[in-house]
Nanobody
């Protein structure tokens, strides 16, 4: 297990900003990708953004231009800077670490942090 601990969630008004952090107990550089997912009440857990070990990033269309994922390998921490937040961004945000093996991808998850955006 690679414990992942998220922090930085909270309540913010629409248009505001939050920065989420994901601290890993192990070396994040050993993972093929780190990412953020979110799950709203009654909905499935969806991808928000990923950053690969080489530094390339991917965002879902709904957050492009507003969210930025980054990583600090020295601190074993991944961040998600969220700007121009909207009520529809309200969800529990989960940190993910993915390792590709010969058989299948192996995923590690944090416990989640609540983000609530009021209108």
């Amino acid at each position: 297990q690679v414990p992942l601990v998220e922090s930085g969630g909270g309540l913010v008004q629409a248009g505001g900003s939050l920065r989420l952090s994901c601290a890993a107990s192990g070396r994040i550089s050993s993972f093929n990708a780190m990412g953020w997912y979110r799950q709203a009440p009654g909905k499935q857990r969806d991808l928000v953004a990923t950053i690969r070990s080489g530094g390339s990033t991917h965002y879902v269309d709904s957050v492009k231009g507003r969210f930025t994922i980054s990583r600090d390998n020295a601190k074993n921490t991944v961040y998600l800077q969220m700007n121009s937040l909207k009520p529809e961004d309200t969800a529990v945000y989960y940190c993910n670490a993915r390792l590709y093996t010969l058989e299948r991808p192996v995923d590690y998850w944090g416990q989640g942090t609540q983000v609530t955006v009021s209108s």
